[in-house]
C-alpha cells in the first residue's frame, strides 16, 4: 500500500472513531506534541493529550458524517458535517502531516444556512442534498 493510501486509511479510521466515540482511537493519529486550531474562537491545542481531553469532555451527542476526503503526501482535508445534539455544523479538517502523525490540524466549522431566492435559477442541488430555503 502506498504512503497515500495509508494516510487516507488514518483519516477515515480517526473520523470512524469519531462517531462510535473511540476517543483512544479517534486520537491516535496525532502526534505528541500535535496542534489543534479553531481560527474562529481563536483556541489553539498544544499537545495529543489536551486535544483529546478538549474533545472527551464535550458535553453534547456527537454525530459524524464525512462528505469528502482529498489529500497528497502531508496535506489531507476532511469536509464533515458534525452534528451535536441534533443541530448540523458543517467543518472542514485541514491535517498536516509528519512520520505518518498530524502535526497541525486546522478545523473550521459554519451552520447551515438558507440560500437566497434570487440565486435559483443559477442553482442545482449539491449531490445527495437539496437546497436549504428552497
Do not use: K
Not at 486509511?9 to 462517531?19: G, L, Q
Not at 485541514?94 to 435559477?121: G, L
Amino acid at each position: 500500500m502506498d504512503a497515500d493510501s495509508q494516510t487516507r486509511d488514518a483519516v477515515e479510521e480517526h473520523w470512524r472513531a469519531s462517531e462510535r466515540g473511540d476517543t483512544e482511537a479517534e486520537h491516535a493519529i496525532y502526534a505528541t506534541d500535535a496542534i489543534l486550531d479553531y481560527p474562529q474562537s481563536g483556541e489553539r491545542f498544544r499537545g495529543r493529550a489536551a486535544i483529546s481531553a478538549q474533545r472527551g469532555g464535550h458535553p453534547a451527542d456527537r454525530h459524524f458524517a464525512v462528505q469528502r476526503i482529498t489529500g497528497h503526501a502531508n496535506l489531507w482535508v476532511s469536509e464533515c458535517v458534525i452534528t451535536y445534539d441534533g443541530a448540523p455544523s458543517h467543518s472542514v479538517s485541514i491535517m498536516e502531516f509528519a512520520d505518518q502523525h498530524v502535526v497541525h490540524e486546522t478545523q473550521y466549522f459554519s451552520d447551515p444556512f438558507d440560500a437566497p431566492a434570487r440565486r435559483a435559477a443559477l442553482a442545482e442541488p449539491m449531490p445527495g442534498r437539496t437546497i436549504a430555503g428552497a
